[in-house]
């Protein structure tokens, strides 16, 4: 049991370990060997960057198009816009679809339609700046596979061979979604004509641990499996704990796990009308604030994002539960009602 036990947890560490960030931006180079380069132009062979790569000098640059990393580890791929076409008179071959892997044999492109292993490298570092993530490969070297296969196509004069010096990988990846830690707290800030109206309908309003309140205000621990843009476009933060809105002797609504989804400008959570069979009891999760407004900040040194003053108002949806829970199902709950502000700050990983 004790073994078992051990393996779980180790199981367990290594998942928590391995979030993938996506990634929406950034730029990978290829810097050419001077010795290579300058076997290219002996053999009569050229090398152009196509489909949006571009070529300065030795170097050649291609847009980060989409990929996955996880920054603490350094573990992951990067794909890449653009292709690279090598050409020996009017024999040529593209290499499209370049991706580059953070393992031996980081670069990778499809080649006459099949994948290929370009070049394999034994300098591999890994650093992280801020929120992007920066991969070298040094010293990479020819594969075999691709030296067969630019002699088969391009008959050169002098052949290219397996472990020929090619030159150096950078590939800097800015992500799409930074995974979010759990660490810190998001503040929902109740607007006080809501909570007016709460109380003349006698409806008390509770934190449920680990939620917390001091007056008005309502803090969520932020919790795993939240991710959201640097800039605050897009993606999910999770929050846990829950609000129990109670009217003693008639309904109780449980507002919980609020989760905050600011590409769909909304903020949703299981909600629970009880007591059942006179209410529906647990309807599932649905959007139960719409948002609006806000501003975000982000702080790449720390790895933070952070929003304030971010508007909610009562959806369709919330507003029909708490008229079904408070108010005998008569309209005194309306949907773009002002609910709140909310604020967080979050931490990448």
């Known amino acids: 049991m004790a073994v078992i036990c051990a393996l779980s947890c180790l199981a367990f560490a290594a998942q928590a370990g391995a979030a993938y960030d996506p990634l929406g931006g950034g730029q990978t180079k290829l810097v050419l060997d001077k010795g290579f380069a300058s076997f290219l132009k002996h053999d009569g062979v050229t090398l152009a960057a196509k489909a949006g790569a571009r070529k300065q000098g030795f170097t050649y640059l291609l847009g980060v198009s989409g990929g996955a990393l996880d920054p603490t580890t350094g573990k992951g791929e990067i794909d890449n816009q653009g292709s690279l076409l090598f050409g020996a008179g009017p024999r040529q071959i593209p290499f499209r679809g370049i991706t580059v892997k953070t393992k031996h044999s980081p670069l990778i492109a499809k080649v006459g339609g099949s994948q290929l292993k370009v070049a394999t490298s034994s300098g591999l570092s890994f650093t992280r700046e801020g929120f992007a993530s920066c991969f070298t490969a040094r010293a990479l070297k020819l594969s075999e596979k691709a030296a067969t296969r630019l002699n088969k196509k391009l008959r050169p004069e002098v052949r290219f061979s397996q472990g020929q010096l090619l030159g150096t990988l950078i590939a800097k990846a800015q992500p799409r979604l930074v995974t ?7 503040t929902l800030s109740f607007d006080a004509a809501f909570l007016a109206k709460l109380e003349s309908l006698f409806v008390s309003v509770n934190p449920i641990h680990p939620a917390e309140h001091l007056g008005a ?4 621990p932020i919790v795993i499996g939240g991710a959201i843009a640097p800039d605050g476009a897009e993606g999910t933060l999770r929050t ?9 002797g008639a309904g109780q609504l449980f507002w ?10 909304a903020e949703s959570a299981e909600a629970d009308l009880e007591p059942t069979p006179a209410f529906p009891g647990k309807v599932g999760r649905s959007a139960i604030f719409a948002v609006a407004g806000g501003s975000v900040a982000s702080d790449a040194k720390g790895r933070t994002i952070s929003a ?42």
């Open 180 to 186: 979010i830690k759990e660490a810190d707290r998001a």
């Open 308 to 349: 304030s003053g971010i508007g909610l108002t009562l959806t369709p949806a919330s507003a029909a539960q708490l008229n079904t829970s408070f108010a005998g199902g008569k309209e005194a709950f309306r949907a773009g009602e002002a609910a709140g502000v909310l604020s967080f700050a979050a931490v990448g990983q």
């Open 217 to 220: 205000d309502y803090t969520f």
């Open 256 to 265: 919980q796990e609020f989760w905050l989804d600011l590409g769909a400008h």
């Open 240 to 248: 846990g704990g829950a609000v129990e809105l109670l009217q003693l």
